[in-house]
């Protein structure tokens, strides 16, 4: 998968080189490639935002930059043209927002079978809205949104953004079994772990778990996950 990401602070991303993701993009599974926003304007001080039209606070960003920007990266193919079947790609261009729908473990799993992601990442107020409506020419265009609070950008959102969807991306996680059970993947929070020393400061693990009787402990599990998601989020249950 290759992913481009845009922004006025390409050095967020630095983070990516490390761990997983980063012996991914080692081995070449993952293709990032991050660049700064401001590559695309053409003025002395390199002007990304403007006062915003009908007045208000703050400071929208220009739709210049972001057209030429998503122009250049929106055209790359992805993979070999002279390829049979495989000629140029659309991407998928995501707009991390606050006004998005919110990312879920489904919309990971969702974009990680895609071949290309662009993300841009906005500041100040926000993106001039004509930016989006350019962008949907040049692919499929998805607001997305970490949860509801505010951040003062999208560079935290979109690391989160990758992590989850770059760990799902075949080869990246080493043991895939450990992408099964874990929280959100079958809509139940996971159950809770342990390892040695069985007594630790007083504390037991729970003895199901060292009687050896696997039916037993998938069960016990079971029913930890149920009762942790009706306490801590029982709106996943609900839906
Ligand atoms: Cl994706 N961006 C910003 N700026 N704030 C957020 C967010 C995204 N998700 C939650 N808050």
């Given at each position: 998968m290759r992913i481009d990401v845009v922004s006025i602070f390409p050095s967020y991303f630095d983070g990516l080189t490390l761990s997983l993701l980063g012996k991914a993009r080692d081995s070449g599974i993952l293709d990032v490639n991050v660049h700064d926003l401001r590559d695309w304007t053409s003025d002395r001080h390199r002007t990304v935002d403007d006062t915003p039209y009908g007045g208000g606070a703050g400071m929208v960003m220009k739709p210049e930059p972001w057209g030429l920007a998503l122009d250049a990266l929106a055209s790359r193919v992805a993979a070999p043209a002279d390829e049979p079947g495989r000629a140029e790609q659309r991407p998928t261009i995501v707009f991390p927002s606050p006004a998005g729908e919110v990312f879920r473990q489904a919309t990971a799993r969702e974009l990680a079978t895609r071949d290309h992601l662009i993300f841009g990442c906005g500041r100040y107020e926000?993106?001039?809205?004509r930016v989006f409506e350019e962008a949907a020419g040049l692919g499929e265009v998805r607001l997305i949104s970490l949860g509801d609070y505010v951040l003062n950008g999208g560079e935290v959102a979109v690391m989160a953004m990758i992590e989850a969807i770059g760990?799902?991306?075949?080869?990246?996680?080493?043991?895939?079994?450990?992408?099964?059970?874990?929280?959100?993947?079958?809509?139940l929070l996971e159950y809770p772990s342990y390892t040695k020393p069985s007594l630790w400061r007083g504390r037991e693990v729970p003895p199901i778990l060292l009687s050896g009787n696997h039916g037993a402990i998938a069960a016990w599990r079971r029913e930890q996950q149920l009762e942790r998601t009706r306490r801590r989020r029982p709106d996943l249950l609900a839906d």
């Open positions: 926000g993106i001039d809205e760990r799902l991306i075949p080869g990246v996680v080493g043991n895939p079994d450990s992408l099964v059970e874990e929280s959100h993947e079958d809509g």
